[in-house]
């Protein structure tokens, strides 16, 4: 019998151990946390899909740091099933999973996506990349699904690019740093794919200029 999409299940016990670990972590091994330019304006009503690049195991961490900094929202990451059943604690602190390996299940992956942003107070994240690659790797192995989950979608939602960059600078720890992309509507990405390789790349290009200038904001760590 074909075992269903796992579902997030959100836990309070686990965020709570979660999110005091990873901070932890993610301080200890690295120096700072800049973001070099401002959040996009996000109504308490849009529907929301964040698709960072995807170049280390930290990932995931990252985008939840974000999270609990400046979207407060609950958030749900897409992760493989294989890794999801493997890591099965993930679960219950945001994950749910997919199969590339099977058509059906990608669907089902697909529709719950919408079903969970159909509600603003939650998000999404979405690895277009679907495996970790070099920063400066061109071309990247971008897919298409968010461009799939637009024409399921009965309603209209956001789709925001963030990236992120790993470097050392003086310091011991490297630093990390985000920069957040241009907000794209599903309707625009329907039809024209273009338009979100166009920004995704647009964002990783600024951020490397960002990081050659050491053009910094703020440091989320000095407001955790």
């Known amino acids: 019998m074909r075992s269903p999409v796992i579902k997030t299940e959100h836990k309070k016990w686990a965020h709570f151990l979660f999110d005091k670990y990873i901070h932890r972590l993610l301080k200890k091994n690295f120096s ?9 304006n996000i109504s308490n009503s849009e529907k ?3 698709t960072p690049n995807h170049i280390s195991w930290w990932d995931g961490f990252f985008v939840d740091f974000i999270n609990k900094s400046l979207l407060h929202r609950n958030i749900h990451v897409m992760m493989l099933e294989d890794q999801l059943k493997r890591y099965h604690f993930f679960n219950k602190v945001g994950a749910y999973s997919i199969d590339p390996s099977n058509t059906k299940k990608i669907k089902e992956s697909f529709d719950y996506t919408l079903e969970t942003i159909n509600d603003p107070r939650n998000f999404s994240v979405i690895y277009t990349q ?13 897919k298409r699904g968010i461009q799939l989950i637009s024409r399921m979608a009965e ?22 740093i985000c920069r957040f992309g241009s907000k794209i509507s599903s309707s625009e990405l329907k039809d024209d794919w273009t338009v979100f390789e166009t920004k995704f790349y647009d964002t990783l290009d600024n951020l490397a200029q ?12 000095q407001y955790d």
Request: proline share 7%.
């Open 32 to 40: 700072n946390f800049w973001i070099t330019n401002d959040l996009p």
């Open 48 to 50: 929301l899909i964040i």
């Open 130 to 142: 679907g495996e970790i690659e070099a920063y400066e790797k061109r071309p990247l192995a971008i």
């Open 155 to 176: 309603f209209e939602f956001t789709v925001l690019p963030v990236v992120f960059r790993i470097q050392h600078f003086e310091e011991k720890n490297p630093a990390l």
């Open 210 to 221: 960002d990081a050659f200038n050491k053009k910094f904001g703020r440091d989320l760590f």
